[in-house]
């Protein structure tokens, strides 16, 4: 019994690199080659659907200045809390 994605193709191509956009691009390449040759079957690959990537952006400068800002506002706040106990 096999489960999950098999390797037991006759022919088998394989593309590494950091862009994915060049890979999708090159796996379909490849495949439309592979699906050229009039004895070729079940031609796939193992990608699956683009999904969109979420980058935050973080200014540092704005970052620290917040953080400078949220540490006075909060150590006046424990400062009054300790003087009222």
């Known amino acids: 019994m096999l489960i999950g994605p098999g390797r037991d193709s006759k022919l088998e191509a394989c593309f590494h690199g950091p862009d994915p956009q060049v890979l999708r691009t090159l796996s ?4 439309a080659l592979m699906r050229a040759d009039p004895g070729s079957k079940e031609v796939r690959d ?11 952006l973080f200014n540092e400068e704005t ?3 917040s953080f400078r800002r ?16």
């Open 70 to 85: 949220l540490w006075r506002q909060k150590k006046h706040e424990w400062q009054r809390s300790i003087v009222n106990c």
């Open 28 to 31: 379909e390449q490849a495949k």
């Open 46 to 56: 193992d990608w699956r659907e683009p999904v969109k990537v979420l980058r935050p």
């Open 63 to 65: 970052g620290r200045q």
